[in-house]
């Protein structure tokens, strides 16, 4: 029971109470840049979801295994050089950045290639957005996330299991998609606006995303007020 | 090219006609996230700095090895070792400031300004060039974020570099300390700098 209370408590949060892009500032490139259109805006936020999730697995996958403090990997493999009250100790996390990166990448390249291959409609409504995901912040945001919910935990028993990271990156991706499209259809009516010339473009999205922000602000402490509600301390 | 720019044109360049972020639109998670105060603003500039120049000149260094088809993987792998450098000797020397800025150290690794300057100018420039095109683009994005960060510290707390200016009576405007402060001053600004660059080209 408190399992899925918890579950549905971070999907919650991730989707929108603090939403990546209005509340932690993730993946505004794509926000601001492809956002013109409602349809543009929704096959971006469906890959980047897509990715989000495939990225937050292969992250859990190897912080737990490998880089964490006596993950059971690394110890195994130190296991043959060193003495085994070493090898317990090997923490591997100040590689972590250099391996996200690099684990974001190959999954965007993985992902591209498997769409192109059996789903080509798929392939060809995400176009030109799949390569440019791997320089999207929220993925990696959403990884350093999950990595400071295994490795930044006092209590090893609250470290986070798969089951809640996968809910974190998958209700990221929708509060990333709900923000995207919610822009692309203002957008849509805004270009029959008269706007002043020096806010055309960039400087009127902007204000757009302050005021949405603002709706967004709403949402603040509905997550501790549901927690409170649902398990009485 | 003929008159490709020299080093100064570069450093020039960087500061205010090609800014990275009133002009270029890159590297806007950091503008948004974390221009409530001064000093965070100043930290995350000088990390940039740090991370921008070093990733120029080992670009630049090795130039004449990379191929093609590789290139962005190489840039990636390089910026990540420097932030992870950057975000060591931040977490040892200001632990404090560390903690602030979070996650959004680690995300320099997917700043686009690194990532474009390394392609337009480092792989193809002399280091001396790529260096000083890395200091002007990050003087320009310095200004840029402290510019961002004076207007929202000033009106959402009344002071600035945590010391007061405006009188105590000031009602501090919660909202531009909070995320739709950061849209709504950036929003401002960019259209102020459209509105003076479009009156500078009538002249």
């Given amino acids: 029971m408190s399992y899925l209370a918890d579950i549905f408590l971070i999907a919650l949060s991730a989707a929108l109470i603090n939403n990546f892009v209005l509340y932690y500032f993730v993946g505004i490139c794509p926000f601001v840049g492809v956002s013109k259109r409602v349809e543009m805006a929704v096959g971006m936020g469906c890959a980047v979801t897509f990715v989000m999730t495939i990225a937050a697995f292969l992250c859990w996958i190897i912080t737990t295994f490998i880089l964490m403090p006596g993950a059971p990997l690394s110890k195994w493999i130190a296991g043959f ?21 690099f684990a974001i990448a190959s999954s965007v390249q993985f992902v591209e290639m498997y769409v192109r291959k059996f789903f080509p409609a798929l392939y060809r409504s995400f176009g030109v957005f799949l390569p440019l995901i791997t320089t999207n912040c929220a993925i990696l945001f959403a990884c350093l996330t999950i990595m400071s919910k295994i490795v930044g935990v006092d209590n090893p028993a609250d ?9 974190l990156a998958i209700f990221g991706g929708v509060g990333f998609t709900i923000a995207i499209v919610i822009m692309g259809g203002i957008r849509e009516d805004l270009e029959l606006c008269d706007i002043p010339k020096p806010f055309q473009g960039v400087a009127i999205t902007l204000i757009v995303g302050g005021i949405l922000a603002m709706a967004f602000m709403g949402f603040t402490g509905v997550d501790v007020g549901l927690r409170n509600a649902i398990m009485p301390l | 090219m003929a008159d490709q720019p020299t080093a100064t044109e570069r450093f ?23 221009t409530n105060n001064m000093k965070a603003a100043i930290t995350m500039a000088a990390s940039v ?4 120049f070093c990733a120029n000149v080992v670009t630049s260094l090795i130039r004449n090895l990379l191929k093609p088809h590789l290139r962005i993987v190489v840039f990636t792998l390089t910026i990540a070792t420097f932030v992870t450098i950057a975000d060591r000797l931040l977490a040892a020397y200001l632990y404090q400031m560390s903690k602030t800025l979070g996650p959004y150290i680690p995300l320099i690794i997917v700043n686009c300004i690194i990532i474009c300057r390394c392609e337009v100018c480092a792989s193809k420039q002399s280091i001396f060039i790529a260096g000083s095109d890395a200091l002007g683009q990050s003087l320009g994005f310095a200004l840029a974020l402290s510019s961002i960060a004076a207007v929202r510290e000033i009106l959402g707390t009344g002071m ?6 405006l009188p105590a009576a000031w009602p501090d405007w919660v909202i531009m300390a909070l995320p739709p402060g950061a849209f709504l001053t950036f929003g ?11 009156k500078k080209e009538k002249n």
């Fill in chain 2, 160 to 165: 600035f570099f945590e010391l007061r200016v």
């Fill in chain 2, 12 to 34: 020039i360049q960087g500061i205010l006609p090609e800014n990275p972020v009133y002009r270029q639109m890159l590297g806007l998670c950091p503008v948004l996230a974390i």
């Fill in chain 2, 49 to 52: 700095t740090f991370v921008l």
């Fill in chain 2, 188 to 198: 401002v600004m960019l259209a102020a700098v459209n509105w003076i660059s479009s």
């Fill in chain 1, 159 to 167: 470290a986070w299991d798969l089951g809640r990271s996968l809910t």
């Fill in chain 1, 81 to 101: 050089f060193v003495p085994a009250n070493v090898a317990a100790g090997i923490d591997l996390t100040i590689l972590s950045y250099i391996v996200y990166i």
